[in-house]
């Protein structure tokens, strides 16, 4: 059963940074590519960041493009997104995905002042 359990959200100030982590169970993580995706308020899901099984290539929304960055350790089981100059808009719950197969339950970041 493919489980994916985010952590690392929180309150942080415009300019900010967060790093989440989506430990992933259930299933070969190694083999396959993993998604970050969000959704903010009155708004629907969003894709942020997409990693390659192996971390080889990567792509990301234009909206966050420079800013986030994505990764994972395999040996671990584990993919990040690094999260640097936040702004208001980067408010929403960011959910860990494993394409076609299953979600986290998500973690709340909020940019406040």
């Known amino acids: 059963q493919v489980q994916l359990v985010e952590s690392g959200g929180g309150l942080v100030q415009p300019g900010g940074s967060l790093r989440l982590s989506c430990v992933a169970s259930?299933?070969?993580?190694?083999?396959?590519?993993m998604r970050w995706y969000r959704q903010a308020p009155g708004k629907e899901r969003e894709l942020v960041a997409t990693?390659?099984?192996?971390?080889?290539?990567?792509t990301y929304a234009d909206s966050v493009r420079g800013r986030f960055t994505i990764s994972r350790d395999n040996a671990k089981n584990t993919v990040y997104l690094q999260m640097n100059s936040l702004n208001f808009e980067d408010t929403a719950v960011y959910y860990c995905?494993?394409?076609?197969?299953?979600w986290g339950q998500g973690t709340q970041v909020t940019v406040s002042s």
């Open positions: 990693i390659t099984s192996r971390g080889g290539s990567t």
């Open positions: 995905n494993l394409p076609f197969r299953g």
């Open positions: 259930g299933f070969t993580f190694s083999s396959n590519a």
